[in-house]
């Protein structure tokens, strides 16, 4: 039992990144998580954390043995379970990590659904804007639209996430309209953060990377699409935020004969994880909620 205690203690302080950190996660004090991981890196003969008076960080060693560790622990916890009653409906807890426009504009939306569909299940919405490997941060399931894969995990694509390149109209009152990607140099371009400074554009048999400037940056859209709605720049932007804006005249599109590299909403799932009943459930109610995409305005706009 300490051995399973000292490995919890371990993967809290990997996630949480300080000891007392990851005291206040488990409820115990800063001194019982310290032991705790000190009697591990005894037992496996190495040490585990780097201690600094600023941060932790983990060894070579921890960083090869916390995606192991986190998938021994989740194959006990799964052993430990209580098997589900198929009379009692599907059971479980869900711990989802998904980007905030996402979320609040209509992923939100699903996840309540399916909890109302199955009220015996608990759910967990953690709202971030990055890719986050759900193996070593302790999410059952991590939703986005970024491109990063991880060790131990499983990809569910479940639908693609069209953009589009768009701006306000005042933006070109006294500027040139860009008529191919490479005219963008010059630009003001408004950009997502964790995508950067290299736009995407697919050309007839190709894709063309583009380096811009940008002049304004955020992590959320909602945020980018009221600086093109000012007319800071060019963005681009989801294609179910920027629709009602399209429509109305408020931006228009640029340039679409070279449209935006398309992304894909992904579900990532620990390998251990999909043995859950109620992760497998979801993972499919989620793709039969989305088989048509997208809805291109999700919520009216603001």
Known sequence: MNILLDIGAFLATARAGSFSAAGRDLGVATSVITKRVKRLEEHLDTQLFVRTTRRLALTVDGERLRPRLQLLVGEIEDTLATPNQQDAGLTGALRIKAPTTLASMFFGDICAAFQAENPRVKIEI???????????????????????????????????????????????????????????????????????????????????????????????????????????????LPRFLAQADLDSGRLEEVMPEFPVEALWVKALVPRIKMNKAVVAEFISYVRRRLSAGIPDQAIPAF
């Open 126 to 236: 953690v709202l971030i804007d990055r890719s986050v490997n759900p193996l070593e941060e302790g999410f059952d399931i991590a939703v986005g639209a970024l491109p990063q894969s991880y060790a131990y995990v499983i990809d569910h694509p479940l639908c693609s996430y069209p953009r589009v390149l768009c701006a306000a109209p005042g933006y070109f009152g006294s500027r040139r309209r860009p008529k191919t990607p490479t005219e963008l140099v010059g630009h003001e371009c408004i950009t997502f953060h964790t995508i950067g400074t290299t736009w995407t554009f697919q050309m007839e048999t190709s894709a063309l990377n583009v380096e811009i400037t940008s002049n304004f940056t955020a992590n959320d859209s909602r945020i980018l699409l009221a600086a093109a709605r000012k007319g800071l720049g060019l963005a681009i």
